[in-house]
């Protein structure tokens, strides 16, 4: 307390003229519309940036709040989009969405190796969220890989950058089939083998899931033609396909259910009886 008082006592001259100054200002401000527009103008200006300020640092620790919605917000519409007639080209929904053919679940992805000769994936979802060996992951922009196995909180992506890898794909402009591989070399690049020569491919043509498992539904986007080479026997193409998504940087990721694989497989294993 003293000390304030002697900070008062030396410098009570200057305080004193900071005291007349500021009543001289207030005075002024009252009595004159031009100044008073002008304080409240910078006045706002002022508080405008400390609020935007602030405004902008919560937002920015409240972007995994965000990001979680956002994830909820397109599992909602992706499921509806699946859930539409799948044979129509159009993005028309379904009205009968409500008869769903398959469920989604959102997983992030906690490890992803892209350089092996065989690569997988390791999800934060398992067992507990009902996910199974076989259910297909996917992001916004196309396939992922398929689940491999599960323990209780985690499970693993068999990835398309796998040689093990085997997956039924389509032209999307003539619906001619092939099977999806990967040759181990670049993770940008899988290869469509088993083209039938007589399909009229072109560089550029999009490549989709072809809808004839019962993991994928039909039209699931892969990636786009790049090259195109004619087999050994001359009767097929192999098919270097650029991928939509980059496997070296994957995120948040939706894993799929196919609500009637399990009629499916026992109508089939009737069938190999």
Do not use: C
Not at 31 to 59: C, E, P, W
Not at 141 to 160: A, F, H, R
Not at 247 to 271: A, H, P, R
Request: hydrophobic letters at 35%; charged letters at 20%; a positive charge.
């Amino acid at each position: 307390m003293q000390q304030i008082f002697n900070f008062v006592i030396r410098n009570k001259t200057f305080l004193l003229f900071l005291l007349l100054f500021s009543i001289a200002l207030a005075l002024t401000i009252q009595s004159h519309s031009y100044h008073r527009s002008k304080f409240i103008n910078s006045a706002n200006f002022l508080t405008g940036g400390v609020y935007g300020t602030m405004n902008s640092v919560d937002q920015y620790f409240n972007l995994k709040t965000e990001n979680d919605n956002l994830a909820k917000e397109n599992k909602r519409l992706r499921e509806q989009l699946l859930n539409r007639n799948i044979s129509a080209d159009s993005s028309y929904i379904d009205s009968t969405y409500s008869k769903s053919k398959y469920r989604i679940t959102t997983a992030e992805v906690y490890k992803n190796s892209y350089s092996l000769t065989n690569n997988y994936l390791t999800l934060n979802k398992g067992k507990n969220d009902s996910i199974k060996r076989d259910f297909g992951v996917m992001t916004s922009n196309g396939i992922i890989g398929i689940i491999d196995n599960t323990s209780k909180n985690y499970s693993t992506v068999l990835s398309i950058l796998n040689k093990r890898s085997r997956i039924n794909a389509k032209i999307k402009a003539t619906n001619h089939i092939g099977s999806l591989k990967w040759n181990g070399e670049s993770p940008v690049y899988v290869q469509l083998e088993d083209v039938s020569q007589f399909a009229p491919v072109k560089v550029g043509d999009t490549i989709q899931t072809g809808g004839e498992s019962s993991i994928f539904p039909r039209g699931v986007g892969i990636g786009t033609i790049s090259s195109i080479e004619t087999d050994i026997g001359g009767d097929t193409y192999t098919i270097q396909v650029k991928l939509f998504n980059d496997m070296t940087n994957v995120g948040t990721v939706y894993i799929l259910e196919n609500l009637d694989k399990k009629e499916i497989y026992s109508l089939e294993n009737s069938i190999d009886e």
